[in-house]
Nanobody, 126 residues
Framework: DVQLQASGGGLVQAGGSLRLSCEVS????????IGWFRQAPGKEREGVSG????????YYADSVKGRFTIASDSAKNAVYLQMNSLNPEDTAAYYC???????????????????WGRGTLVTVSS
């Protein structure tokens, strides 16, 4: 079974930074994308950023471009999301998930995610 474990959330002031980590195990296929998603209270889950295992291409939602950076460490089977210049609109539960495919843009469709990790809460105070 695929398992994903997200960590690194917390409380930070506006303008601050956090780094989220997602440890992945049990993957049995080659072409997949690991994505970060977030869900704020009363809102739908949205794709924030993704990275392709096949070609390392990345995707960022417009709302986080220039502020968030996704990276992977194959040796550790981990994916990281460095979040800088955080603002209160970034407050949400953040999840990592795995989707089959080669293009990181697949994370624009959260319903296509095959396995989810538990969320980690990010709270940005103003």
């Amino acid at each position: 079974d695929v398992q994903l474990q997200a960590s690194g959330g917390g409380l930070v002031q506006a303008g601050g930074s956090l780094r989220l980590s997602c440890e992945v195990s049990g993957l049995m296929f080659d072409d997949y994308v690991i994505g970060w998603f977030r869900q704020a209270p009363g809102k739908e889950r949205e794709g924030v950023s993704g990275i392709s295992r096949s070609n390392s291409n990345t995707y960022y939602a417009d709302s986080v471009k220039g502020r968030f950076t996704i990276a992977s460490d194959s040796a550790k089977n981990a994916v990281y999301l460095q979040m800088n210049s955080l603002n209160p609109e970034d407050t949400a539960a953040y999840y990592c998930g795995v989707t089959r495919g080669r293009s990181a843009r697949v994370i624009r469709a959260p319903h296509a995610v095959e396995s989810w990790g538990r969320g980690t809460l990010v709270t940005v105070s103003s």
